[in-house]
């Protein structure tokens, strides 16, 4: 018989989501709020989860720029880099940490392990709950492969700052529609 997985990992994610603080929430949206320009960066599955909350970043009218792109501008101080890293020691966003340190750019880090590398270089963390794709898991209890909890929670905690920088902005959908990509 084929189980139904759909539920028990809606449930695992409900259980994480309460586990995350408001208060390191608060603190990464207003650093977005006062940012001047925003980088983003993730790699793998953390990087699609970045990507989309770009997307919506770019459509509450901020200056966004996912690390990599082409027309990423040049960092000033007064900007802000956003890391999403369930293990915060990506080689390649460890490195991309240290120079935006260097540059006088203020770093926020969506991730598992506070303590790790990037969470040191950060000025903000928001630690979610769960196992990145290094961390042993416990047979006996379910538990998503790789690290797919984190990347998805990701996911979800990105649709909620959206959610509280609506609040903080007065935007609504109608005024970030206007500024959704119309050559599709």
């Known amino acids: 018989m084929t189980e139904n ?15 995350i603080s408001s208060e390191d929430l608060k603190q990464m ?4 709020v006062a940012a001047k320009h925003i980088f983003l960066a993730g790699a793998g599955r953390s990087g699609v989860a970045i990507q989309a909350f770009t997307n919506r970043l770019l459509h509450l009218g901020f200056d966004v720029s996912v690390i990599g792109e082409i027309s990423s501008p040049h960092s000033h101080p007064g900007d802000l880099l956003i890391i999403c890293s369930g293990s915060g ?6 490195n991309l940490a240290k120079s935006a340190k260097d540059a ?13 590398t990037i969470g040191k270089l ?13 961390d042993k898991t416990d047979p006996d209890v379910f538990s998503q492969p790789m690290g797919s909890e984190f990347e998805q929670l990701a996911f979800l905690t990105f649709d ?9 902005t007065g935007e609504t959908s109608e005024t970030m529609f206007a500024r959704h990509a119309d050559f599709e």
């Open 5 to 19: 997985y759909t539920i028990k990992i809606l449930k695992e994610l409900s259980d994480a989501a309460p586990k």
């Open 29 to 32: 949206v207003d650093q977005i």
């Open 89 to 94: 020691e990506t080689a390649s966003l460890k």
């Open 104 to 116: 006088n750019v203020r770093i926020a880090l969506l991730t598992t392990k506070p303590d790790s």
């Open 122 to 134: 950060a000025d903000s963390v928001v630690q979610l709950p769960g196992k990145s794709k290094t």
């Open 160 to 168: 909620g700052i959206v959610m509280n920088l609506m609040d903080v």
